[in-house]
Structure formats: structure tokens, C-alpha cells
């Protein structure tokens, strides 16, 4: 399943929730992370976030079949990429 | 879905938040851009440049299981680091060994790898005959070897055979390719470009097998074509032999006959060819690309990943040593 996730959460919980998402996501802009998880992976991804999350927080998971059914326009500076090739 | 990276840069790669770190180095030692790997989705890591690490990272990766594959300048294969095995299984170990040390045994499965190898590399000559290339002569003689194969009655007979088969796919890379010339192979090091395609190639499709090997219950070190040396994962190479054809052969046609790769990707000097940054990084990209590519399989009658046919390879060795069911080598059918 391929994967752009969106979150906004309280200043205190930010940081934590970016290392978090980053261990199963690539990071691409602040606060946005996308890439390619299974199933499994992402109920565990979204059980670890909902620990993390209080009542005003909020996080959006959009989810496509495959990277293939997704196009992606970058404008101005992309931040980082999220090839295999370092 | 579990990843590969490609490291090229040289760089520190470090454990930092429960995740990968890499920050990349350029020659005056100034850092670049940091970027974070997703731990949970990489599989495993393939270091091309100098890569500095601390055993920390290590044993975080030991537990991911993560495997870390390192090669030279040169891109030659130097090493793996190996995750704990993970999978352990006595009986299939005792299973495995036993049908190495009796030569009937042993002989059954090479034989199959032999012809599994072979005819595979008849199915790519054939999709280039019906293309137009003249194959005639090089289908003829492999099919004639490969009626040898069941006669043999020891290993060093068998590899001969297989040498020969070999030999004479060979030829036929002259005429498939339009405007590389290949002229026999050589390698260590390799003479000329398409040498040296074969030879990165075959290198990426060893660690391919290595990677999946590693998550079934079959040991590693343990080969039945191949002799089991020291320090070498031989089965990987029994597998290797299968796939090569498939993974390799063919997409170094596609690429160079498409001229997406071409002779600026590569290095001449120095008494021997090999790829160039670009090159390496277009072969990579296809590689992978290949491995992802879907077959409708006939038995299981779902759509499978190459990557998922060499795991399912294994899983037929492994049932063959418990004799549960006899090994078949994958067959192209298509």
C-alpha cells in the first residue's frame, strides 16, 4: 500500500511524532512523510501514533493501491527525495 | 514490501531515533543534507562508497535483520554482514547436509540447477530468435548439451557441462546485442563493457538469492552444484544459476539495445572496463525495476514478483531435502 501521511499534533508531541514516523516512512516535507507499507505495518504505525496522540491532535493517512496510481508534482525546492539510490 | 538502498556516497550512516541516518560526506569533509531511512521497510543495504559506521548501528540492524552487502572500488562483492539467523531449524540443517554428502543425493539437485539454468537460457534465445537474430546454431548446441546432463555421473563432469552451456549462450551475445561486442567472456577483471554488465549483474543477482535464502530455514554455506568453500554462501550461487538468465542476461540486452546505457557510462582506463557512477545507478534502477516485475504463476494461480519466485526456489530446495516433494527448477513458461 503506498502512503502520504499528514500530521498536526500539539508542539509537544511534534518531535515525537516525526521520529516515529519516520521508522516506516520517507520524510518529505514537515509534517508529510509518504512510502510504500504493508498492511501490517501500518496498523502498527497507526497503534504507536494513537498512543502518542491527545484529544486535539490529528492525523490524516491517505492511501493508494499502488505508487503507480499516484502523481506527484513537486513546485519550488523538494526537500528530499525518496529514491533507493543514496 | 522490504527495500534495498543503494549507498553510493560516502557517508555516516548511524542509529538515531529508532531509525536509519545517513549523512553524506563530499571530498572536503563537509556534510551534506541528513536523510532518514524507514527502517521498518529496509531489507537490506548494498555499500558502494566508504561508509563509516560503529557497531552500534550494527547490532540495531543484527535486530532489524537487516543484511548489509559491501563491495569495492572495483564493485567487486568483498562481504556481507549477516543478521543472527533467525529461522533456525536443526532437522532441515541435518536434512540439507545429508543430501550434500551422499552423491546421488547431492547429484539429483544439481542436475535439476543445470537444467533449470539451461533452460531458461534456451528461453531467452528462442524470445530473441523470434525477433529475427540468427540463434539457430546456439539453440542446437545447447539443447544438445543439455541432453548430457542426465548422463553425467559426478559433480566435475556436471560443472563442465554447465561451462560448456555457458560457453555457447555466450556466443549468441554478439548477436543479440546491436552495437556491443562481447567476444567470450572474461572477468577479474572483466575486458569490456558487456563483460562487465555481466559481471555487476550476476553479483546483483547473488545477493538477491543470499537475501532470500536468509529468510527460509536453509543454510547458506550449505550447496549441492557448487562446491561449499569458506567464507562464500555458496547456495546462493546454486540459485543464482537459475536466474541469471532471466534477471541479468535480459536486461543487459534491454539496456543496451535500447541505448539507455552506452559507452560513456562506462571506464576504459587502466587495462580493464567498468561502470561508471551513471551506469551503475541505470543498472540498478532497471534491476530493481525487473524484480518487481509480476508473473501470473501457473501453480498458485496468483500474480508473483521475480523477487518472490527466488523465495519460493528456495522453498522447493527446502521441501526436496525434507523429502516432502521433489525439486523442480523454475522454468520460464512464458
Not at chain 2, 553479483?203 to 569458506?230: K, R, W
Request: glycine share 6%; proline share 3%.
Amino acid at each position: 500500500m503506498y502512503i502520504i501521511l499528514v500530521y498536526d499534533v500539539g508542539q509537544k508531541r511534534v518531535g515525537k511524532m516525526l521520529k516515529l514516523c519516520r521508522r516506516y516512512l520517507s520524510w518529505i516535507q514537515n509534517s508529510v512523510l509518504e512510502g510504500e507499507l504493508t498492511e501490517v505495518q501500518l496498523k502498527q504505525l497507526k497503534a504507536e501514533a494513537k498512543d502518542l496522540m491527545e484529544k486535539e491532535d490529528s492525523l490524516i493517512i491517505f492511501s493508494s493501491r499502488n505508487e503507480r496510481w499516484l502523481d506527484k508534482e513537486v513546485i519550488g525546492e523538494e526537500k528530499s527525495s525518496t529514491g533507493q539510490i543514496l | 514490501m522490504e527495500k534495498t538502498f543503494y549507498l553510493f556516497n560516502p557517508g555516516r550512516l548511524s542509529r538515531k531515533d529508532n531509525t536509519l541516518k545517513f549523512v553524506p560526506v563530499d571530498e572536503n569533509g563537509k556534510e551534506g543534507q541528513a536523510r532518514y531511512l524507514p527502517v521498518e521497510t529496509v531489507g537490506q543495504l548494498f555499500v558502494f562508497g566508504s561508509l563509516d559506521t560503529n557497531s552500534a548501528l550494527y547490532n540495531f540492524l543484527g535486530k532489524q535483520q537487516v543484511s548489509v552487502h559491501f563491495f569495492d572500488y572495483y564493485e567487486h562483492y568483498t562481504g556481507s554482514f549477516y543478521p543472527k539467523e533467525y529461522l533456525q531449524a536443526g532437522k532441515m540443517q541435518v536434512c540439507q547436509t545429508l543430501h550434500y554428502a551422499d552423491p546421488h543425493k547431492r547429484q539429483r539437485i544439481a542436475k535439476k540447477l543445470v537444467d533449470g539454468a539451461a533452460f531458461n537460457m534456451l528461453r531467452n534465445l528462442k524470445y530473441y530468435q523470434s525477433r529475427g537474430k540468427d540463434l539457430e546454431q546456439q539453440i542446437e548446441g545447447i539443447t544438445l548439451l543439455q541432453q548430457s546432463i542426465p548422463i553425467t555421473d559426478d559433480i566435475p563432469m556436471l560443472m563442465g557441462i554447465e561451462g560448456n552451456i555457458r560457453q555457447v549462450y555466450y556466443t549468441a551475445f554478439d548477436k543479440i546485442l546491436n552495437d556491443f561486442n562481447m567476444g567470450g567472456r572474461s572477468k577479474q577483471p572483466p575486458q569490456n563493457e558487456v563483460n562487465a554488465l555481466i559481471s555487476f549483474g550476476n553479483m546483483l543477482c547473488y545477493t538477491a538469492c543470499l537475501d532470500q535464502i536468509y529468510h527460509t530455514q536453509l543454510n547458506p554455506t550449505v550447496s549441492f552444484l557448487h562446491e561449499p568453500g569458506t567464507r562464500r554462501f555458496s547456495l546462493a550461487l546454486d540459485l543464482a544459476e537459475i536466474f541469471k538468465p532471466l534477471l541479468v542476461d535480459r536486461t543487459i540486452f534491454k539496456l543496451l539495445n535500447k541505448k539507455v546505457l552506452q559507452s560513456r557510462d562506462f571506464d576504459d582506463k587502466l587495462n580493464r572496463v567498468v561502470l561508471k557512477e551513471a551506469g551503475k545507478k541505470k543498472l540498478i534502477e532497471a534491476w530493481e525495476e525487473r524484480l518487481k516485475e509480476t508473473i501470473k504463476h501457473r501453480a498458485l494461480k496468483k500474480s508473483v514478483s521475480y523477487k518472490h519466485l527466488i523465495k519460493l526456489e528456495c522453498h522447493k530446495v527446502a521441501k526436496h531435502v525434507m523429502d516432502m516433494q521433489g525439486y523442480e527448477p523454475f522454468k520460464a513458461w512464458w
